[in-house]
């Protein structure tokens, strides 16, 4: 058996692979041990998805969310005391009931509310989406590929044909080793509100994380599409260029390949906004 990723034998592989990032909500989508080595494994999580998680925007995300870590932990959030440069932690308060945010100060800032010289605190929630972040767009690299092999391991031979697929290996190589050190665009916008409420056929309502699909566009190319809580991120799986993937929005008014109508997608959740008018989607 050999790593989809570095093509090197994986037999005494142990650790299985979380497709997306356990911290970003995924519990149920890994790959069998063997199928990504335990180098590459340990490679993606700490040299990419580390770093991703500590962008902002994900920290952010997380932190406003309650997305938990493996461990059970909740990225803490910043408080603001502006024009003195104190600055302090909010994290979410695991033992009130109901769920609290707790504001956690030093001293001096402690010292300085007292003395009055503190009247206001401000939480500032970071809505900017991440452009051009090299981590970020490996991760999507990484979970594009994985996704792939996923899709299709019921067809004998099929991980075989994705190791040996010379057409993959710019995606796999930019994954894993990139090293042109290149930034591959990706394109990112927010399609629908982070608390926006999904239900399922039988009209019971989940919490949506994430949902993801691939479209393949009118010229050939396919990208992979991916959104976590409403932000959605699309990677051409050819190379460096989403000039497509905007094409394909602009003569598709800007739909969402993830909300295409008639198509299967995600978890086959239905959206609010999908749900109140079903005959218009979007
Ligand atoms: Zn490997």
């Not at 067809?155 to 697929?165: C, I, L, Q, T």
């Not at 509100?193 to 994380?209: I, L, R």
Request: charged fraction near 25%.
């Amino acid at each position: 058996m050999k790593c989809v990723f570095c093509k090197q034998s994986s037999v005494s592989s142990v650790t299985v692979e979380h497709i997306v990032p356990e911290s970003l909500g995924n519990k149920e989508h890994v790959l069998a041990k063997g199928i990504v080595c335990d180098k590459c494994n340990n490679y993606f999580a700490t040299k990419v998805e580390k770093r991703v998680l500590e962008t902002e925007f994900f920290r952010n995300l997380r932190f406003r969310t309650g997305l938990e870590s493996k461990k059970g932990r909740v990225p803490p959030g910043n408080a603001l005391f502006p024009k003195t440069g104190c600055k302090g932690e909010i994290s979410f308060d695991d033992d009130s009931s109901p769920l609290a945010i707790k504001i956690t100060v030093d001293k001096e800032t402690f010292d300085a509310i007292l003395a009055g010289k503190i009247k206001q605190t401000y939480i500032p929630f970071n809505f900017e989406l991440p452009k051009d972040n090299q981590a970020i767009s490996r991760m999507l690299a990484k979970i594009a590929m994985e996704f792939m092999v996923q899709k299709f391991l019921h067809e004998p031979g099929y991980v075989e044909f994705m190791v040996d697929e010379e057409g993959f290996d710019p995606l796999r190589n930019y994954a894993r080793f990139n090293h042109k050190n290149e930034t591959w665009p990706y394109s990112v916008r927010k399609i629908y509100n982070e608390d926006e409420k999904f239900f399922k056929a039988d009209g019971n309502s989940v919490d949506m994380v994430f949902e993801c699909d691939f479209l393949g566009t009118e010229l050939g190319e396919i990208y992979f599409v991916i959104a976590f809580k409403g932000i959605e991120f699309a990677l051409n799986l050819a190379g460096p260029s989403v000039e497509g993937y905007e094409d394909w929005l602009e003569s598709n008014n800007g739909l969402s390949p993830l909300y295409r109508q008639g198509m299967g997608f995600g978890y086959s959740l239905t959206p609010e906004f999908l749900k109140s008018n079903k005959d218009n989607p979007m």
